[in-house]
């Protein structure tokens, strides 16, 4: 069977010789929340568009559901569903009004487009606001509503290009839940590409990290933390004095970190599994313990080993013209 999302040597260049995406190469299992991740600049939006059939690419190829993005793109269309961050919805029209023309433009009855357009605005919290102008929509209903249009015709694959950019906490969970919904009542695939690492943490089974063009890591979030290192744990002392006692307990667990007078640091392979036996034997040994913290590695960490740099990018990626796009 192929891949859900397949590439190889994929590349795109610009009028100017801006190589936004220089050879990446990808693997998306049928039915895996897939999170692409990096900063703006890093070629993830142009990556998609190129994956959406939007952007033709400049070199190497690529496959969604089993179709080539180039030669079969007509066909690919009615098999996926896009939301992207610059999508142009008209705001003259109410949220129902365009979930059913979504549905007629993509072949479905009068009737069939009436009760997809009112399974998907309760799904999407937006049966209050289903007669309402969209251009009185607050910016998360709009990205709601968005994802809604995406999902009319039931995609076997969906792109989600950061699709909670700038939402409210709550907006964002309802996205969430949404998203974990399609994959694991209808077995969708989701592309879903982010700057937030809490998202990809919460959403994807695997993750690809993206920068100046090129994937730098790739593989389950757990697996791409371990690689940068264990868990940190971090004793406050009740009295300094038990320091070295601390540390002789401690340094049984895992290899000693610098630490303060008042503090003792390890690292702690077994991660949280460790903790009721380092507390019970600090007890035995008599060292009352004011304060511990257990740190993990991030995903930021991740993206700080693989680039040098934390994942906050002030660049923006080259916009596709006309010309280009052709």
Not at 139 to 165: I, K, N, W, Y
Not at 177 to 204: H, I, K, P, S, W
Not at 213 to 230: D, F, H, N, Q
């Amino acid at each position: 069977m192929p891949h859900a999302v397949e590439a190889q040597g994929l590349e795109r260049t610009f009028k100017g010789g801006v190589r936004a995406v220089q050879g990446v190469d990808l693997a998306v299992d049928d039915g895996e929340i897939f999170g692409f991740l990096g900063p703006n600049g890093a070629g993830k939006s142009t990556t998609v568009r190129m994956l959406c059939t939007l952007l033709r690419p400049t070199a190497g190829r690529a496959s969604v559901a089993g179709l080539d993005v180039v030669a079969e793109a007509g066909a690919l269309r009615h098999l996926i569903g896009v939301a992207l961050q610059d999508a142009a919805i008209d705001p003259y029209m109410t949220g129902r009004e365009l979930l059913r023309l979504q549905a007629t433009l993509h072949g479905l009855s009068r009737q069939q487009g009436r009760d997809r357009a009112v399974e998907l605005l309760e799904q999407l919290d937006l049966v209050d606001a289903a007669d309402r102008r969209v251009g009185t929509y607050s910016g998360g209903m709009r990205r709601r509503l968005d994802l809604a249009l995406s999902l009319v015709h039931r995609p076997q694959v969906l792109f989600l290009d950061e699709p909670t950019t700038g939402l409210d906490p709550l907006s964002r969970v309802t996205v969430w839940d949404e998203v974990r919904r399609l994959n694991r009542e209808l077995g969708t695939t989701v592309f879903l590409t982010t700057q937030y690492l809490e998202e990809a943490d919460q959403l994807a089974a695997r993750v690809a990290i993206i920068d100046d063009g090129r994937i730098v890591a790739e593989g389950t979030p757990r697996e791409l933390k371990s690689e940068i290192g264990e868990p940190a744990l971090t004793i406050a002392l009740q009295d300094p004095d038990h320091h070295e006692a601390a540390q002789a307990v401690l340094e049984r667990f895992g290899r000693l970190l610098p630490s303060t007078a008042r503090t003792v640091a390890v690292r702690l392979p077994e991660g949280a599994g460790a903790l009721a036996d380092v507390i019970r034997a600090l007890d035995d040994a008599g060292v009352t313990v004011a304060e511990l913290d257990l740190a993990e590695p991030s995903l930021d960490d991740v993206f700080l080993a693989k680039t040098g740099r934390r994942m906050e990018g002030e660049e923006t990626e080259p916009e596709p013209t006309e010309a280009a796009a052709r």
